[in-house]
């Protein structure tokens, strides 16, 4: 008897998020951005490929940047 109730909560759970990824996918394409970007938000210029490239420069500048010692004097 438990395990019946137990695979018809489970087939209930299968068919709430089937029902809600259905729903999800089938909302449409994302809205288009306005060139005007709100207030205080900075707006990517570039392609992705330059966008990349840039993010991976700062990774790598950020890498090669010395961490302060701690003083080893007890």
């Known amino acids: 008897m438990r395990a019946v109730f137990s ?3 489970l087939l209930l759970v299968v068919a709430v998020v ?3 990824a259905k729903k999800q ?3 449409g394409v994302a809205p288009a951005t306005s060139v005007d970007a709100p207030a ?6 570039g392609t ?3 966008q990349l490239q840039q993010f991976e420069q700062a990774v790598q500048g950020a890498m090669q940047q010395r ?3 701690p003083d080893e004097a007890q």
């Open 40 to 45: 205080g938000v900075a707006v990517p210029a």
């Open 48 to 50: 992705p490929k330059q």
């Open 67 to 69: 961490r302060p010692m």
């Open 7 to 9: 695979l018809l909560g």
């Open 25 to 27: 996918l089938s909302s």
């Open 18 to 20: 089937g029902v809600l």
